[in-house]
């Protein structure tokens, strides 16, 4: 079992930045893909970013530019850096951890107010 642990969600104004934290603990494999999808209410939840432990990452076209992904291999812990957010970024962002199996966070709430 892996458990994923995500902290840093919040409420911010238009334009603003916040920074997503996510920490796995447990059998976690020394090659995964850690990441953020991310639902609001009636929709299905999306990708955001994806990172493996290699440093590959793949990104939503609609965060490109302005979400970072990274990660702390030693920690196993894994970043999202959002800046420029807008209000349709509004959303529960869960943490993913895959490697043959499949783990989810619990959500954290993004809100941007206008």
């Known amino acids: 079992q892996v458990q994923l642990v995500a902290s840093g969600g919040g409420l911010v104004q238009v334009g603003g930045s916040l920074r997503l934290s996510c920490a796995a603990s447990?059998?976690?494999?020394?090659?995964?893909?850690m990441g953020w999808y991310r639902q609001v209410p009636g929709k299905q939840r999306e990708l955001v970013a994806i990172?493996?432990?290699?440093?590959?990452?793949n990104y939503a076209d609609s965060v490109k530019g302005r979400f970072s992904i990274s990660r702390d291999n030693a920690k196993n812990t894994v970043y999202l850096q959002m800046n420029r957010l807008q209000p349709e970024d509004t959303a529960a962002y869960y943490c993913?951890?895959?490697?043959?199996?499949?783990?989810w966070g619990q959500g954290t709430q993004v809100t941007v107010s206008s």
């Open positions: 447990g059998s976690v494999f020394s090659i995964n893909t």
């Open positions: 993913a951890y895959r490697d043959s199996r499949y783990y």
């Open positions: 990172i493996s432990t290699g440093g590959m990452t």
